[in-house]
């Protein structure tokens, strides 16, 4: 296990690589971890399908959480891109002004776009395959088209509100998402990496927040089955709020706080100054 200081300069060095990839390369390693949060996803809806209804609603939460983080783990281990992980800690190396803004502004484009189109293709893959069977919609596929809805219809009924709720969850969402990464760097064990990431990431499924990337996914896929939301309820009611909200949690209360805390000096930075 290494320290605090040495993660950050592991963090930097590695925003200094991904600013410098090529927009089709941001793209196509964005695609991958996007079919990679929704093999997680896929994963998740099946294994807890029926068991609300069993053992109970808790249960069904644990499971989708226990088994969610296969995606992450893919991701970081074979080095794609995530937008909600380069959106944490990879502002990191801005903050230590090693990056531009402008090039993590375009990093963020050019893998978000990517993460959309790796995560509507698996949505199709499953939509169309695993969900389906004699040509109408399984018992898997209907607890996906509930995800689905339960991912957009109460926001939408809750109007201003609803976005509000969904911006929030989608900061307790990134907080962890982005602790997991950092567990990631902590660690110098593939075994210490995965139980690191593990953890974190089944605690926001488990509790219900939202991840942009994940619900690019979790809702197409609702939509493809023939779920009651149009594509307009999921950019409005979802997508948006989601995303920004998953930029608040990951780039101010993970990669700027952490970037504080593992400064050399304090600086002027209000009654920070005496404490330190």
């Given at each position: 296990?290494?320290g605090?200081e040495?993660?950050?300069?592991?963090?930097?060095s590695?925003?200094?690589?991904?600013?410098?990839q090529?927009?089709?390369?941001?793209?196509?390693?964005g695609?991958?971890a996007?079919a990679?949060?929704a093999?997680?996803?896929a994963?998740?809806?099946?294994?807890s399908?029926?068991?609300?209804?069993?053992?109970?609603?808790?249960?069904?939460?644990l499971?989708?959480?226990?088994?969610?983080?296969v995606?992450?783990?893919?991701i970081?281990?074979l080095g794609?891109e995530?937008?909600t992980?380069?959106a944490?800690?990879?502002p990191?190396?801005?903050?230590?002004?090693?990056?531009?803004?402008?090039k993590?502004?375009?990093?963020?484009?050019?893998?978000?776009?990517g993460n959309?189109?790796?995560?509507?293709?698996?949505?199709y893959i499953m939509?169309?395959?695993?969900?389906?069977s004699?040509?109408?919609?399984?018992?898997y596929?209907?607890h996906?088209?509930?995800?689905a809805e339960?991912?957009?219809?109460?926001?939408?009924?809750?109007?201003?509100s609803?976005?509000?709720?969904?911006?929030?969850?989608a900061?307790?969402?990134?907080?962890?998402?982005?602790?997991a990464?950092?567990?990631?760097f902590?660690?110098?064990?593939?075994?210490?990496?995965?139980?690191?990431?593990?953890?974190?990431?089944a605690?926001?499924?488990?509790?219900?927040?939202?991840?942009?990337?994940?619900?690019?996914?979790?809702?197409?896929?609702?939509?493809?089955l023939?779920?009651?939301?149009?594509?307009t309820d999921?950019?409005i009611?979802?997508?948006?709020?989601?995303?920004?909200?998953?930029?608040?949690?990951?780039?101010?209360?993970?990669?700027f706080?952490?970037h504080?805390?593992?400064?050399?000096?304090?600086?002027?930075?209000?009654s920070?100054?005496?404490?330190?």
């Open positions: 296990m290494i605090a040495e993660v950050v300069k592991k963090i930097v590695a925003g200094e690589k991904k600013v410098t090529c927009p089709g390369k941001m793209i196509l390693k695609a991958f996007g990679s949060i093999t997680g996803g994963f998740a809806t099946m294994a399908t029926g068991v609300s209804d069993t053992l109970g609603s808790g249960i069904s939460k499971i989708l959480g226990a088994v969610f983080p995606g992450l783990i893919m970081l281990f794609f995530l937008f992980g380069d944490g800690v990879i990191i190396s801005a903050f230590r002004k090693k990056i531009s803004y402008k993590l502004l375009t990093l963020w484009l050019f893998v978000y776009i959309f189109i790796g995560s509507i293709f698996y949505a939509a169309t395959g695993p969900f389906v004699g040509g109408e919609v399984n018992i596929g209907q996906a088209i509930a995800i339960a991912k957009v219809l109460p926001y939408k009924s809750m109007g201003i609803g976005l509000w709720q969904a911006f929030i969850k900061i307790g969402c990134n907080i962890l998402v982005n602790l990464v950092l567990m990631f902590v660690s110098d064990s593939d075994i210490g990496k995965m139980v690191g990431i593990w953890f974190p990431i605690a926001f499924v488990s509790s219900g927040f939202e991840h942009s990337v994940a619900n690019m996914y979790f809702i197409p896929v609702g939509i493809f023939g779920a009651n939301i149009t594509w999921f950019i009611w979802n997508l948006i709020p989601v995303t920004l909200g998953n930029i608040v949690g990951g780039m101010f209360f993970v990669g706080l952490y504080l805390m593992t400064k050399n000096s304090c600086g002027r930075i209000g920070l100054k005496n404490v330190c």
